[in-house]
């Protein structure tokens, strides 16, 4: 069964340090998803993509994150100057296309840990 | 503002018993419903999805009530497997919307 893939499973950065968390949704998914989960929190939305653009992002995206899809397969999270407070759990996740019922399948996550 | 709100729990049922959980979401534009779970330090994982008319899966079993903004999951004959954190969720038009969840810890 195909899933979605994330590398690497556990990140530890410095403050102020960049990081780029990567991520290969199912092959022929259309929608590309990531969340994060801070530890003992809820999952929380922070970006969609669709057709090499930012469809929807949350109040939590700010500038110091972006998102791209640099080939036909990977797409990755990059945040530039990391702070404590992103230490969580961060899940790529992909959809096919059209409706609303489409289900969203998620990676099983990168643990990012900033000191 | 709570958007999808659940009572954390844990909740404790030994083997074989029946056990509910509820959830409130505030946006009423919202489009589906789903139910996920999580195991400890995992990603979500699709356990259904939640329609109007009800729907049954198995021992699980969803309700919708969109007047009430009210959304349900039953689950029957619980087994040891089914110890996680339930998450409820809510859709829009592309993104999800999700509960803190519910534990629920099946004992022998």
């Known amino acids: 069964e195909p899933e979605v893939t994330q590398t690497p499973s556990h990140q530890v950065t410095q403050m102020g340090q960049e990081v780029i968390l990567r991520c290969v949704p199912i092959?022929?998914?259309?929608?590309f998803y990531w969340y994060r989960q801070i530890l003992g929190q809820k999952v929380e939305f922070l970006v969609s993509?669709?057709?090499?653009?930012?469809?929807?992002k949350s109040e939590i995206f700010d500038d110091q994150f972006s998102v791209e899809r640099p080939d036909g397969s990977n797409f990755t999270l990059k945040i530039r100057s990391t702070k404590l407070e992103d230490s969580a759990m961060y899940f790529c996740?992909?959809?096919?296309?059209?409706?609303?019922?489409?289900?969203?399948?998620f990676g099983p996550g990168t643990r990012l840990t900033v000191l | 503002r709570k958007e999808v709100e659940q009572d954390p729990g844990p909740f404790n049922v030994p083997e074989g018993a029946t056990v509910a959980f509820n959830c409130t979401y505030s946006n009423s534009a919202s489009q589906s419903f789903f139910w996920y779970r999580q195991d400890c330090r995992k990603e979500p994982k699709l356990l259904m999805s939640v329609y109007s008319s009800g729907n049954e899966d198995g021992r699980f079993t969803a309700q919708l009530n969109r007047a009430s903004q009210y959304i349900s999951l039953l689950i029957r004959d619980s087994k040891l497997s089914d110890s996680a954190t339930y998450l409820c969720v809510v859709k829009g038009y592309s993104t999800l919307t999700f509960g803190k969840g519910t534990m629920l810890l099946v004992s022998p």
């Open positions: 993509f669709y057709n090499n653009e930012i469809s929807e």
């Open positions: 996740a992909s959809r096919v296309a059209g409706g609303y019922t489409d289900t969203q399948y």
């Open positions: 092959s022929n998914h259309l929608y």
